[in-house]
C-alpha cells in the first residue's frame, strides 16, 4: 500500500475521526502535524494553504501513479479509507441502516462541530463581542439531545447495531468536546453508554488526542 500522510493536529475533532479510522482498519501512516494556534496558526501559512485551500485539517495525503493525490473534509477521507480497506466495514451493509449511521455522523459533523470549532469562536469573540463559551455550549447540547433521541432507534452496543461505524468516530471527539465547555453530559446516558463501549477498544485508544505526538507534554 502507498504511505498515506495525514495533517493534522493532536485536538483536532475532525483529525481525531480518521486517525480512529485509520487504526481501526490498521492502516499505517505517516502523522504530519499542523498547529492550529502557534504564530497565529500554521493552516494559514502558505505552505499549507497549497495543501489545503480551505486551511483546515484534516488533509490525507499520498502518492499515485499520477502524482500527488489528497482528500480533505473527515467524512470523506473515511469513505475513501473504508473503500481502500474495507474490513472492518464502518457503515453497516443494510441499507437503512447505512443511511442511519451517515445521519447521525452528519449530525456531529455538519449540525454540531461547525458551531463550536475555533474558527467560528474566534469569530463569535473577536468580532461579534459575544460569549464564545457560552455560545458553544448551547449548540454542543443542542446536538446531542438530538443525537440522543435519533439515536435510541437503532442503537445497540455502538450507536448503530452491535458494530463500530461511522457514527462512532464522531460521536467520541465530539463527547470530548462537551467536556472541554463544561456541557452537562448527564441528560445523554446512551451516549455516554456506547462512548464508554467505544473508547474500551484499542483503536479508539490509539486515536486519542492525549496520545499524539504533537500534544503538549508528549515525549517523542
Known amino acids: 500500500m502507498t504511505e498515506l500522510t495525514l495533517y493534522g ?3 483536532s475533532s475532525s483529525a481525531w475521526r480518521v486517525r480512529i479510522a485509520l487504526a481501526y482498519k490498521s492502516i499505517a501512516y505517516v502523522n504530519h502535524p499542523v498547529h492550529l494556534v502557534r504564530d497565529g496558526g500554521e493552516q494559514h501559512g502558505a505552505t499549507y494553504r497549497a495543501v489545503n485551500p480551505l486551511e483546515e485539517v484534516p488533509t490525507l495525503e499520498w502518492q499515485a501513479e499520477g502524482g500527488r493525490r489528497r482528500l480533505s473534509q473527515s467524512l470523506a477521507i473515511i469513505d475513501y479509507l473504508d ?3 474495507p474490513a472492518p466495514p464502518l457503515l453497516p451493509t443494510d441499507a437503512f441502516l447505512r443511511g442511519r449511521a451517515r445521519q ?3 449530525m456531529v459533523n455538519a449540525g454540531t462541530q461547525p458551531l463550536q470549532n475555533a474558527v467560528a469562536l474566534k469569530y463569535i469573540k473577536e468580532r461579534l463581542g459575544g460569549d464564545e463559551a457560552a455560545w ?3 449548540f454542543i447540547a443542542r446536538g446531542l439531545s438530538a443525537l440522543e433521541a435519533v439515536a435510541a432507534e437503532t442503537a445497540g452496543r455502538y450507536l448503530v447495531g452491535d458494530a463500530v ?3 462512532d468516530l464522531c460521536l467520541v ?3 470530548y468536546n462537551a467536556r472541554r465547555y463544561s456541557v ?3 441528560p445523554y446516558p446512551l451516549l455516554g453508554r456506547v462512548e464508554l463501549a467505544c473508547v474500551a477498544l484499542p483503536a479508539f485508544a490509539a486515536a486519542h488526542p492525549d496520545r499524539q505526538p504533537d500534544a503538549p507534554g508528549t515525549v517523542a
Open 9 to 11: 493536529y493532536w485536538r
Open 83 to 85: 473503500g481502500l480497506v
Open 104 to 106: 447521525l455522523a452528519e
Open 136 to 138: 458553544a455550549r448551547h
Open 165 to 167: 461505524s461511522l457514527a
Open 173 to 175: 471527539p465530539q463527547l
Open 184 to 186: 452537562d453530559l448527564s
